[in-house]
Nanobody, 125 residues
Framework: QVQLVESGGGLVQAGGSLRLSCAVS????????MGWFRQAPGKEREFVTT????????YYADPVKGRFTITRDNAKNTLYLQMNSLKPEDTAVYYC??????????????????WGQGTQVTVSS
């Protein structure tokens, strides 16, 4: 089993920054890809970004490209999401997820096996 716990969400003004963390336990964190997804009220969950198991490969959804940065510290079993230049449309519950198999797209939520409980990010205008 894999347990994921997000933290770092909160209320921030537009243009501000937040750093989300996702602490992972239960299996070998360094052996699988990780991702961040978000879900705004009344909307479907959407892909935000993903990072390879080594941390050398990343991919971002267009709405966050150039503003968000995903990183991981395999020694600390922790995933991060640095969010800069936040916009009101970034308001959502943010989830980290672990993809333990090599099959499936890293941009699709259905490819991920384990999820955190989510952390709320609210950006005021």
């Amino acid at each position: 089993q894999v347990q994921l716990v997000e933290s770092g969400g909160g209320l921030v003004q537009a243009g501000g920054s937040l750093r989300l963390s996702c602490a992972v336990s239960g299996r070998t964190f360094s052996s699988y890809a990780m991702g961040w997804f978000r879900q705004a009220p009344g909307k479907e969950r959407e892909f935000v970004t993903t990072i390879s198991w080594r941390g050398t490969g990343t991919y971002y959804a267009d709405p966050v490209k150039g503003r968000f940065t995903i990183t991981r510290d395999n020694a600390k079993n922790t995933l991060y999401l640095q969010m800069n230049s936040l916009k009101p449309e970034d308001t959502a519950v943010y989830y980290c997820a672990a993809k333990t198999s090599t099959s499936g797209s890293t941009c699709e939520g259905a490819s991920y096996d384990y999820w955190g409980q989510g952390t709320q990010v609210t950006v005021s205008s």
